[in-house]
């Protein structure tokens, strides 16, 4: 009789232990949850503009000669590229309301567009300044086309464009070399 009574105490106490185990594991469970944030919204991408080579090729050729135009090629994966952008945003931010056109090319492979070049479109507030490119669609001759010094084997590569006087820069730029160039374009007639 009493290893009956022993058994079922022992028998009761680990079917507690057990629903015990069972809640705690349900609570751990539900505390160690990750909450993952909503994508970004197709609306949200689609205010990225996507150019093709032959509209990109227009768009580099057919200025304005009265505006000054800053095009920049990076991608979001491009260290250098990242480092120069901050001098770029702010110089944008100097020179707003004059005529002055900053222009973001990503090269970045089309799966990153609504997530990394998104995100570094609103990390910087250039939304309406970034331009998408997919790089697979680019040929030689789209280069040899557009540019006298870029081949397209290396990025950043920055066009500053002002009627006929252009000027190439293949490479991160710093800040006082940023300024120098945007300072002789602006400053002549």
Same mark, same amino acid.
């Given at each position: 009789?009493?290893?009956?009574?022993?058994?079922?105490?022992?028998?009761?106490?680990?079917? %507690?232990?057990?629903?015990?185990?069972?809640?705690?594991?349900?609570?751990?469970?539900?505390?160690?949850?990750?909450?993952?944030?909503?994508?970004?919204?197709? %609306?949200?991408?689609?205010?990225?503009?996507?150019?093709?080579?032959?509209?990109?090729?227009?768009?580099?050729?057919?200025?304005?000669?009265?505006?000054?135009?800053?095009?920049?090629?990076?991608?979001?994966?491009?260290?250098?590229?990242?480092?120069?952008?901050?001098?770029?945003?702010?110089?944008?931010?100097?020179?707003?309301?004059?005529?002055?056109?900053?222009?973001?090319?990503?090269?970045?492979?089309?799966?990153?567009?609504?997530?990394?070049?998104?995100?570094?479109?609103?990390?910087?507030?250039?939304?309406?300044?970034?331009?998408?490119?997919?790089?697979?669609?680019?040929?030689?001759?789209?280069?040899?086309?557009?540019?006298?010094?870029?081949?397209?084997?290396?990025?950043?590569?920055?066009?500053?464009?002002?009627?006929?006087?252009?000027?190439?820069?293949?490479?991160?730029?710093?800040?006082?070399?940023?300024?120098?160039?945007?300072?002789?374009?602006?400053?002549?007639?």
């Amino acid at each position: 009789m009493k290893k009956i009574i022993l058994y079922s105490l022992l028998s009761i106490s680990f079917l %507690a232990c057990k629903n015990n185990d069972e809640k705690v594991a349900e609570n751990q469970v539900k505390e160690d949850s990750i909450k993952i944030e909503p994508a970004k919204s197709e %609306a949200d991408v689609a205010e990225l503009v996507e150019f093709s080579p032959e509209k990109m090729s227009a768009y580099i050729q057919n200025k304005n000669p009265d505006t000054l135009y800053v095009t920049n090629f990076f991608a979001t994966w491009c260290g250098p590229c990242m480092h120069e952008i901050p001098f770029f945003h702010k110089k944008m931010e100097e020179l707003q309301g004059q005529p002055v056109k900053f222009t973001f090319v990503s090269l970045d492979n089309k799966t990153d567009w609504p997530t990394e070049v998104s995100d570094f479109a609103d990390e910087f507030n250039i939304r309406k300044n970034v331009t998408l490119l997919d790089g697979s669609l680019l040929t030689a001759e789209f280069f040899k086309q557009n540019f006298k010094t870029w081949d397209g084997s290396a990025i950043p590569f920055t066009l500053i464009k002002k009627g006929d006087k252009v000027d190439e820069t293949l490479g991160s730029m710093t800040e006082e070399a940023l300024n120098q160039k945007l300072s002789q374009f602006l400053s002549a007639k």
